[in-house]
């Protein structure tokens, strides 16, 4: 039972992997333009998982040349959005409902985020009215560690009929 995100994006799967990354970014940023603005990319996005990156230069940088702290809670943010949006029938509505992001250090170049739904999380979102889940992510700069810890909280509400 895919939704209009999970359909659209299943359409582009017969495209060249470095395509399809490029196809899926410009789909996902024409609905959420901030994220393009941060230039965030798309490396992967399905029902189960997203990866979402940020290179760390100019236009996203801190007052020290790391990635700033508000374009590292977008990075959380659109890749927990992702992989949820790409599971929430039509018919509700998501809705980011709490964001915690604690910082443990500093950047070290580009960061990627990846963030999962497991099976029982997916049945929630079809079998379920309203609800809301925690969508886990991690988060880790070039060096390979995590500069932050997020913790994403997504609700799903009926949409309302006109």
Do not use: C
Request: overall charge positive; proline content about 5%; hydrophobic content about 50%.
């Amino acid at each position: 039972m895919a939704n209009r995100l999970a359909k659209a994006v299943a359409w582009l799967a017969p495209l060249p992997a470095s395509l399809r990354r490029r196809a899926t970014t410009l789909l996902f940023n024409s609905q959420v333009r901030f994220a393009g603005t941060a230039g965030l990319r798309f490396e992967a996005l399905t029902v189960e998982q997203a990866v979402v990156v940020v290179a760390n230069r100019r236009r996203v940088q801190n007052h020290i040349g790391g990635v700033h702290a508000a374009a590292m809670a977008l990075l959380a943010e659109t890749a927990t959005g992702a992989v949820f949006g790409m599971n929430v029938p039509d018919d509700k509505l998501p809705l980011l409902k709490s964001m915690h992001v604690d910082y443990q250090r500093r950047t070290q170049g580009g960061l990627r985020a990846v963030a999962m739904l497991d099976a029982a999380q997916r049945a929630r979102l079809v079998d379920e009215e309203r609800g809301h889940l925690v969508v886990p992510v991690r988060i880790v700069d070039d060096s390979g560690e995590p500069p932050i810890e997020a913790t994403m909280t997504w609700a799903w509400v009926p949409k309302k009929r006109d």
